[in-house]
Structures are given as C-alpha cells and as structure tokens.
C-alpha cells in the first residue's frame, strides 16, 4: 500500500526556497526558518510572490517531488516536473479509447459525484431533522435518486455532461442550507468560480485547487496523462483527467471540510478580503487554517468500498488511479467509481 507522504504548502509572501543538502531550505528575509528533508515531502505547493532556486527545481525533478505554484487565491500557474515516467503503453491505452468508452467513463465519474453528493445531504437530513429547508433537502435528495437511475443506461457524452450539470445546479440551490451558523457572513446563493464572489465560493474554490494538485499527482504516480480526460473538454493546460476523477471526491473531501469549518466557526468574516473587482479572496491566516484542516482531513479513515480495505482518505486519489489504470490496462472488466456511505 502506498504510504502518503507531507505535501509542504509555502504562504508567506517573499519566501525563497533553496537547495541545501538533502533539504528544502525556507528562507524569508534572507534567514533560513526551516528546512525540510526531500525524501518526506510528496509536493511543494507556493502561493503567491514564492521564489525557488534552479537547483531546487532540478532537485525536485529528480526526486519526483511536485512543484507548483499558484496564485495567493489559489488559481493554478504552473508546474515544474521532471522526466516524465510511467508505462508508455499504459497512456497509449488511455489515448486511443473509443467514444463509447469514453461516454462509459465519464458515466462512472457522473455517477459517483451524484452519488456522494446525496450523501452529503443525506448526512444532514439525519443529524439536523428539524432545521430550516430541510424539505427542500430531501426534495433535492430523491431528485439525484432519479438522476442516478437515468445513468443506469447507455447514453452519449454530451447527454451525460448535461445529467451532471442538472444534478449540480440542483445539490447547489440547496448548499446555503448546510451552513448553519454565521449565516449573515456565509450565505450562498450560487456556485461563481472564476473569480469567487462570495466567502463560501472562495473557500470552495481553492479546496478545489488543493484537490486537484492531490488528484494531478495520483494519476502521474501511475503513469497516467492528467491531461487526457473524458468528462471534462480537453483544453491546453487544463488537468481534465484530474478533473474528472475529482469529481467523485468533491463533496466528501471539499464541499465537508467547507461546511464544517464554517459551522464550527474555525474560520470568519475577518478573513476574507473583498478587491476592487468584487472578488473575495481569503488572507493568509484563513488559508493556513483551511489547508491545516485539509490535511488533517486526509488523515481520517475508512474501509474502501471496492478493495474492502481501511485507508486513509489521502490516499483516496491514489487508489481510485491505480483502480483507473486497471481498467484501462485491460485488469478490470469495468472501473469501480467510489461511492461514499
């Protein structure tokens, strides 16, 4: 089984990561603050104005440990990554599938996505019996239900892309209602992306970022392209395998840390900052408390519904690859999605 590994996330703006040794110097202000051996780390994520040396890059290269760098809100700049490894037959196999295939798998993220999103609402229809809109709760909940029957079927691509838009629209007009506290500072009202206009959307959408990095590196670590999905459109510079097999994670993984941290208080209205723009991006204490949250998140466990295995939910990206690569190896006659109960 693999073991999951630190990913070093780097916030403090200024900060110059170097080479020394076999560790990964933090340096702010010219004085090294800490450093870091490689071989613990799986990923270096910077935020915002994050310097690196060109030995460190080349460090990071041979080593296989993921650098990338995004915005201070989180938007996704770029990545620098070494010799590219994995079965050269293996991404053959995930290029040349044919459009029936690819409408097959794209139904099995669809599928998995409506799935758990049910079970987040599910979850809180069973611990919040009597709160405001809970009908509209269980509405929304026996509507994924039909979804989820209609994808039993052979469909095409663009007709399965269309289910999982009507099903997200559906699980969003319903998400204000899992906030339970501060709701004057954490209402939601619509999913906006790019860029967040809301407190809620900023925390959704660099959860998603954070996600996606962990999704992007699970599928290079068995060979795969994260580039060439089959939900998603192709586009350059865009992760649409990672996006697709993210999908099955966004409501355990992203959308329950959101409303916990909200419900709980973790975070609130002071860490959010709105620009002349109108976008709300978060400051760096709320960041650090919201990636702190996610790894601990990544800590918890479950027993796997296909392998019937317990592992932690960090390694979930890992297995589902590994699962993917199966079945696109030929190993499986068909790909296990997960479903969370």
Excluded at 60 to 74: D, K, M, Q, T
Excluded at 252 to 270: G, P, S, T, W
Excluded at 273 to 290: H, N, P, Y
Excluded at 303 to 309: A, T
């Amino acid at each position: 089984m693999k073991k999951i590994q630190n990913s070093l996330y780097i916030l403090t703006q200024g900060t110059y990561l170097a080479k020394e040794g076999e560790t990964i110097a933090v340096r702010v202000e010219r004085e090294v603050k800490q450093r870091f051996p490689i071989h613990n780390q799986s990923d270096i994520l910077c935020f915002g104005n994050v310097l690196c040396s060109p030995a460190l890059m080349g460090f990071c290269g041979e080593r296989g440990v993921g650098l990338a760098f995004f915005s201070e809100n989180g938007k996704f700049l770029a990545r620098v990554q070494g010799p590219v490894s994995g079965n050269v037959l293996l991404r053959k196999a995930q290029y040349s599938l044919s459009d029936n295939e690819k409408a097959s798998l794209a139904r099995y993220f669809v599928v998995a996505k409506i799935f758990n999103c049910r079970s987040v609402l599910m979850r809180a229809i069973r611990e919040y019996p009597g709160s405001v809109g809970i009908e509209n709760l269980k509405k929304v909940a026996s509507y994924l239900v039909t979804v989820l029957r209609g994808l039993q079927f052979e469909m095409s691509l663009e007709s399965i892309r269309g289910n999982e838009g009507d099903a997200a629209r559906a699980y969003f007009s319903v998400f204000d209602y899992l906030i339970t506290t501060q709701k004057n500072n954490f209402s939601f009202h619509e999913r906006s992306r790019r860029p967040p206009m809301d407190n809620v959307n900023a925390l959704l959408s660099f959860t998603y970022t954070l996600l996606a990095h962990d999704t992007v590196s699970a599928l290079e670590g068995v060979g795969l392209d994260p580039a060439v999905g089959y939900l998603h459109a192709i586009r350059p510079g865009r992760p649409s395998l990672a996006l697709d097999l993210m999908e099955e994670f966004r409501p355990m993984l992203a959308d329950r840390l959101v409303l916990n941290l909200i419900n709980r208080r973790q975070i609130n209205k002071e860490g959010f900052i709105r620009t002349e723009s109108g976008a709300v991006i978060m400051d760096e204490k709320t960041r650090k408390e919201l990636i702190k949250n996610y790894q601990e998140r990544k800590k918890d466990e479950i027993i796997h519904p296909f392998l019937g295995e317990e592992i932690t939910l960090g390694l979930l990206p890992h297995i589902q690859a590994m699962l993917l690569a199966r079945y696109l190896r030929g190993d499986l006659d068909v790909y296990p999605p997960f479903r969370w109960k």
